[in-house]
């Protein structure tokens, strides 16, 4: 079965660190493009990072500079390092696959499946 | 980055209905749009991708269609376990946005 857990969420205080770890399942995260993706309390959902099979990485403007985001293959396990948190970054935040087709032209369809079930990060004093 | 806009914001309707939300993307983004399904505690779950492709596993009633910037999602009878929140995202970019959310609520 396919499935993804997150772990590491909690309460921080503004300016700390935490690490948020997401252990995959029935796949390789190696060889898969991997996200994180935030949704602040009665928000909408918010991209935040990928990371892409070949390493390459991207980042919402909101977390650029102060989020990283990795991969361990011997552990199957998606990280966000998330530093200098601020009461904004407080959401769940889900990782995901960014799975893909590729049709007759080449073209990659790039889509969120599946879904972990969601580590909740509160940033306050 | 790309802005998706989605409406209505918020739908009432009764089970049995036919109902549609509508995305628009700022710029073209071709077919590279998803549709998620989103229940109160739960992760959303993947309906529609590459636009108009049924997710395996997803009722039939659930369609999208579209292109360029313009996105629809249809649910043709809406049943009890419809009502939750839709959002579209587009994948054109990898600077990846999503809609701001179509709430469904019950009639």
């Known amino acids: 079965e396919v499935q993804l857990v997150e772990s590491g969420g909690g309460l921080i205080q503004p300016g700390g660190s935490l690490r948020l770890s997401c252990a995959a399942s029935?796949?390789?995260?190696?060889?898969?493009?991997m996200s994180w993706v935030r949704q602040a309390p009665g928000k909408g959902l918010e991209w935040v990072s990928v990371?892409?099979?070949?390493?390459?990485?991207y980042y919402a403007d909101s977390v650029k500079g102060r989020f990283t985001i990795s991969r361990d293959n011997s552990k199957n396990t998606l990280y966000l390092q998330m530093n200098s948190l601020r009461a904004e970054d407080t959401a769940v935040y889900y990782c995901?696959?960014?799975?893909?087709?590729?049709?007759?032209?080449?073209?990659?369809?790039?889509?969120?499946?599946?879904w972990g079930q969601g580590t909740l990060v509160t940033v306050s004093s | 980055d790309i802005q998706m806009t989605q409406s209505p914001s918020s739908l009432s309707a009764s089970v049995g209905d036919r109902v549609t939300i509508t995305c628009r993307a700022s710029?073209?983004?071709?077919?590279?749009l998803n549709w998620y399904q989103q229940k109160p505690g739960k992760a959303p779950k993947l309906l529609i991708h590459?636009?108009?492709s049924l997710q395996s596993g997803v009722p039939s009633r659930f369609s999208g269609s579209g292109s360029g910037t313009d996105f629809t999602l249809t649910i043709s009878s809406l049943q009890p376990e419809d009502f939750a929140t839709y959002y579209c995202?587009?994948?054109?970019?990898?600077?990846?946005?999503f809609g701001q959310g179509t709430r469904l609520e019950i009639k």
């Open positions: 710029q073209t983004i071709s077919r590279y």
């Open positions: 995901a696959r960014y799975g893909y087709y590729a049709d007759s032209s080449g073209n990659y369809f790039r889509w969120f499946d599946p």
């Open positions: 590459a636009a108009s």
């Open positions: 995202q587009q994948s054109y970019s990898s600077a990846i946005t």
């Open positions: 029935g796949f390789t995260v190696s060889s898969n493009y």
């Open positions: 990371i892409y099979s070949g390493d390459s990485t």
